[in-house]
């Protein structure tokens, strides 16, 4: 049997690509605020590149653009939420405006004229609002099918981070061992001979509660005929669990199944292309040992050094008239110590001293070393609002300047709590590969994690910025991290 699969559907765009549509929309609004304006602003000389104009028409929908990544609504949904998206979208642009009219007022000592500003603010947002509803109705049209190889457990948790990260991807079935396992929501179908190809609902795949099965009972099926059920069910991509354990055979008809357009990827290649983090569980050593990422760079690691030094410098000259003042306040109010220091694990493994100010009160931890958690009973009135703020990690840039931690990184964790993360999870050390930071794509992405599930999944983000680390990963961490801060996020 011939088998023609499903084509990959046009949706999986990367952050860049929604950078560069959000920035191609905004320019569009720039000129047509330019063509609206009364005064018509619009033809000025083309020799003069030092105009005002010329840094309105391009560095204003550029602020508007950078402004929406703050927003962080760089990927589709599967859900289109309308209100969520379009607060995220008139916050995004609006702080991306107030940027550009500072900029703008430093480079040529005067306010930017009101009527662009406004006008092009104004279309962008419902021209922003209209594009990501277009890019999510495209993505509903054809959402992507694949097939799970490996254990119910793993199916399912992979499922339930499908669904928490609403892509339009669904597990329709499930095969082991010349078994395959339909998905719940297919199983009347799957009993009917006719038709050929099923016509399938995606929107009846839910979640089910965690006591339900996802899968129904198993049909025997030969490896051999699995192209043939591939095609029924509209199958794109093949999963597997672990290709570890496959035998001769099985590896000869998957490599039979890529040569007839099946994708067939592994767990962990799935993991990082749609959530942009690894399937810890499903990693091994060897994973690790071939580690040659961005980060183990000279030329990376250098530059990224210099840019450390600069920018906390800059930061510390900036801060010096908040910081004595956070100080005074600190101890104003129980007379206890102003900062509070650690000792962390740093590159390698190697014990450095972390600078805080303080948060909580004095011998908060007289009964041992505690994990953080988001509404911390010991944190201060003061110090509540400081964690909430991040300035109390302002400290931190001495640490930067000295060269213990960078801007960016994993957060340095305590030697105590190591050991006990690292019983559950053997690979946890292998995040000191890289110099730790003040914010990471772990915290960008997750936040505070009070236990060994949550460590685990901070481990994957860790993992997957220690294997992609670049200057741009690095510079979208700040950015969302600047845009937490702005929120009030920790």
């Not at 000025?44 to 929406?68: R, V």
């Not at 025997?220 to 496959?246: F, G, M, N, T, W």
């Not at 685990?456 to 700040?478: E, G, Q």
């Amino acid at each position: 049997m011939i088998f023609n699969p499903p084509q990959r559907s046009f949706w999986h765009f990367s952050r860049l690509i929604f950078f560069l549509i959000d920035l191609a929309v905004f320019f569009a609004c720039v000129l047509l605020a330019f063509r609206l304006s009364p005064s018509n602003p619009y033809e000025w000389s083309a020799n003069d590149a030092s105009s005002p104009l010329y840094l309105q028409a391009i560095f204003l929908p550029l602020c508007l653009a950078i402004g929406l990544q703050l927003s962080n609504i760089q990927k589709l949904q599967a859900k289109f939420k309308r209100t969520e998206t379009m607060v995220r979208i008139i916050w995004g642009s609006g702080l991306g405006a107030l940027a550009f009219i500072i900029f703008h007022a430093l480079i040529h000592f005067q306010l930017v004229g009101r009527y662009i500003i406004v006008i092009t603010w104004f279309l962008g947002i419902i021209s922003t609002f209209i594009t990501r509803m277009l890019l999510w109705r495209m993505a509903q049209m054809k959402p992507r099918a694949i097939l799970f190889w490996g254990s119910e457990d793993a199916a399912r948790s992979s499922t339930e981070a499908l669904f928490q990260s609403n892509l339009p991807i669904y597990i329709v079935a499930r095969y082991e061992k010349n078994e395959l396992f339909p998905s719940q929501g297919l199983s009347a179908l799957f009993d009917k001979k006719l038709p050929a190809t099923l016509s399938i609902n995606f929107q009846d795949l839910e979640t089910p509660l965690p006591e339900s099965p996802l899968f129904t009972s198993a049909h025997q099926v030969e490896i051999s005929e699995l192209p043939k059920h591939c095609y029924r069910l509209q199958v794109e991509s093949i999963i597997l669990a672990d290709h570890r354990y496959l035998d001769e055979q099985e590896k000869r008809e998957l490599t039979q199944f890529a040569s007839r357009g099946i994708r067939v990827n592994t767990l962990n290649y799935f993991y990082e292309q749609e959530f942009e983090r690894v399937h810890v569980p499903s990693m091994n050593s060897s994973w690790l040992w071939n580690h040659e990422g961005s980060s183990t760079s000279p030329y990376y690691k250098g530059l990224k050094r210099l840019i450390d030094i600069i920018l906390s410098l800059i930061a510390l000259i900036i801060l010096s008239p908040i910081l004595p003042i956070i100080a005074f306040l600190i101890w104003r109010q129980d007379k206890g110590p102003v900062f509070y220091y650690q000792e962390r694990i740093g590159l390698y493994g190697q014990p450095f001293r972390i600078y805080k100010f303080r948060t909580m009160r004095v011998n908060a931890e007289a009964s041992g070393a505690q994990w953080a958690q988001k509404d911390d009973a010991r944190a201060t009135n003061l110090g509540k609002w400081l964690r909430k703020s991040r300035l109390d990690e302002t400290p931190q840039f001495y640490n930067i300047l000295i060269g213990n931690m960078s801007f960016v990184g994993p957060r340095p964790e305590r030697e105590e709590l190591a050991q006990k993360i690292e019983k559950e999870l053997p690979h946890f050390r292998f995040r000191n590969l890289t110099k730790p930071g003040l914010s990471g794509w772990a915290q960008v992405n997750y936040g505070y994690g009070a236990t060994i599930e949550d460590a685990r999944i901070k481990l994957s983000y860790d993992l997957f910025y220690l294997k992609h680390a670049s200057l741009t990963l690095d510079l979208l961490i700040v950015l969302r991290t600047f845009g937490a801060m702005m929120r009030g996020a920790r």
